[in-house]
């Protein structure tokens, strides 16, 4: 019953856009932070399915402030709906 409730929110998630881009920057925040606390576990899967959280922590590391204006604005939304 779980699984098919949490299966719903993902696949609604990836069907509203503000949802999905709300995940997007969990994902690549959750990434660089990850990376900065144990490199080794991001920089040893770089390709494959697994390279997706790599290139998320690459993106999260050079594009920081621009992921960090993101971050505030996506708050800001939330917040006022």
């Known amino acids: 019953m779980r699984l ?3 299966l ?5 998630a990836l069907f509203n856009f503000q949802s999905l881009l709300l995940v997007i920057l969990l994902l690549i925040c959750t990434c660089t932070y990850v ?5 080794r576990l ?5 390709e494959g399915f697994l390279g997706l959280f790599w290139m998320s922590a690459r993106i999260g590391e050079r594009l920081s402030p621009y992921v960090a204006l993101a971050c505030v604005a996506m708050a800001i939304t939330v917040l006022v709906q």
């Not at 719903?8 to 609604?12: A, D, I, K, P, R």
């Not at 990376?35 to 490199?39: G, M, S």
């Not at 991001?42 to 770089?46: A, L, P, T, V």
Request: charged share 35%.
């Open 42 to 46: 991001i920089d040893r899967n770089k």
């Open 35 to 39: 990376r900065a606390v144990a490199p």
């Open 4 to 6: 098919c409730r949490r």
């Open 8 to 12: 719903t929110v993902l696949q609604s």
